[in-house]
């Protein structure tokens, strides 16, 4: 199976940026559709960002222009370019990549991200 590590996170104040990355053991991002997820305390995990194998993207309603997600095939890195932070982007944020969005079963370890001033 597929191993996904994520890195980048940590700690950011209000309206700063952080760029996630999540690198993959093997080429699966040019094949594969892709995902990054998050996990505040008490709150069920929601849908960062999507990107499909074709390259079409989508993202949570929260978003709202803030954040950017991509892949570079090459390296076998997907990433998440978050910016203008707000304290309730806290959270731990995961990437997933599976054949299509609605069968993603390759998971990272995920990567924190706080949002403090």
């Known amino acids: 199976q597929v191993q996904l590590v994520e890195s980048g996170g940590g700690l950011v104040q209000p309206g700063g940026s952080l760029r996630l990355s999540c690198t993959a053991s093997?080429?699966?991002?040019?094949?594969?559709?892709a995902a990054w997820f998050r996990q505040a305390p008490g709150k069920q995990r929601e849908l960062v960002a999507a990107i499909s194998a074709a390259g079409s993207t989508n993202y949570g309603a929260f978003v709202k222009g803030r954040f950017t997600i991509s892949g570079d095939n090459a390296n076998n890195t997907l990433y998440l370019q978050m910016s203008k932070l707000q304290l309730e982007d806290t959270a731990v944020y995961y990437c997933?990549?599976?054949?299509?969005?609605?069968?993603?079963?390759?998971w990272g370890q995920g990567t924190q991200v706080t949002v403090s001033s």
């Open positions: 997933a990549a599976g054949r299509t969005l609605l069968s993603l079963n390759s």
């Open positions: 093997e080429i699966i991002f040019s094949t594969n559709a």
